[in-house]
């Protein structure tokens, strides 16, 4: 799987849009970019997956430059309960010839969202 | 609520002895991964089942095993416990994906064990 590489930490206000940027320089041609959020105490939450250009749902956007080096995660308008780690993930399943389907998840970025 | 549950939510025990995690799946979900968190070594990988099957494995110590029984729940099995297997273990399933995309895991809300 890929390596990425993320901002350690991040901090906004309620309101603002924030951007998440992900580094993977050493991006497979099969492999997509998926990110989960995780909550303090919680299990972390699958928020949107993307293999090329612009990925848009009700949560969140997932924009991908043509080529494919990196990723950046855009949350329109924080909330305090927006507050929590982010992760990006790169790889491919199992199903398609690619490794294991455990997630490799590092460190992945801690948003802190202020009133 | 991701649908996966984990039973139990705490499990406080000393070193040596043995405890077993349980986790039911998502209705339909073939998967199951099980993850290890601790505060220095982040969230790992330790093992994965399909349908019954072990498929893959992560950062699995040797004391530790599982399964996957007929009806799809799965058991971690940690065994030889000892202070630093404390950590938030967590349950995940998936179903699998119909093409090339990697499919979607749904975390259960853990077990956190606590090895005194």
């Known amino acids: 799987l890929a390596k990425t590489t993320q901002p350690i930490s991040m901090d906004s206000y309620e309101g603002q849009e924030v951007n998440i940027t992900c580094s993977h320089n050493?991006?497979?041609?099969?492999?997509?970019i998926t990110w989960y959020q995780q909550f303090p105490s919680q299990g972390p939450r699958f928020i949107i997956q993307?293999?090329?250009t612009k990925v848009t749902n009700e949560v969140a956007s997932l924009f991908i430059p043509a080529d494919r080096k990196s990723s950046t995660l855009s949350l329109p308008r924080v909330s305090l309960s927006d507050t929590a780690v982010y992760y990006c993930?790169?790889?491919?399943?199992?199903?398609?010839?690619?490794?294991?389907?455990?997630?490799?998840f590092g460190k992945g970025t801690h948003l802190i969202i202020q009133p | 609520d991701s649908g996966v549950t984990q039973t139990p939510k705490h499990l406080i025990t000393a070193t040596g002895q043995r405890v077993t995690l349980r986790c039911s799946p998502r209705s339909g979900d073939l998967s199951v991964y099980w993850y290890q968190q601790s505060l220095d070594q982040g969230l790992q990988f330790l093992i994965q089942y399909y349908n019954g099957e072990e498929r893959a494995k992560g950062n699995i110590l040797e004391r530790f095993s599982a399964q996957q029984f007929p009806d799809l729940h799965s058991e971690l099995n940690l065994s030889s416990l000892e202070l630093g297997d404390s950590a938030l273990y967590f349950c995940?399933?998936?179903?699998?994906?119909?093409?090339?995309?990697?499919?979607?895991?749904?975390f259960g809300p853990g077990t956190r064990l606590t090895v005194l």
């Open positions: 993930l790169v790889g491919v399943t199992i199903y398609s010839g690619g490794g294991a389907d455990g997630l490799t």
């Open positions: 050493n991006i497979a041609t099969n492999d997509y």
């Open positions: 993307g293999y090329k």
């Open positions: 995940a399933s998936s179903v699998p994906p119909s093409g090339a995309a990697p499919d979607t895991q749904y």
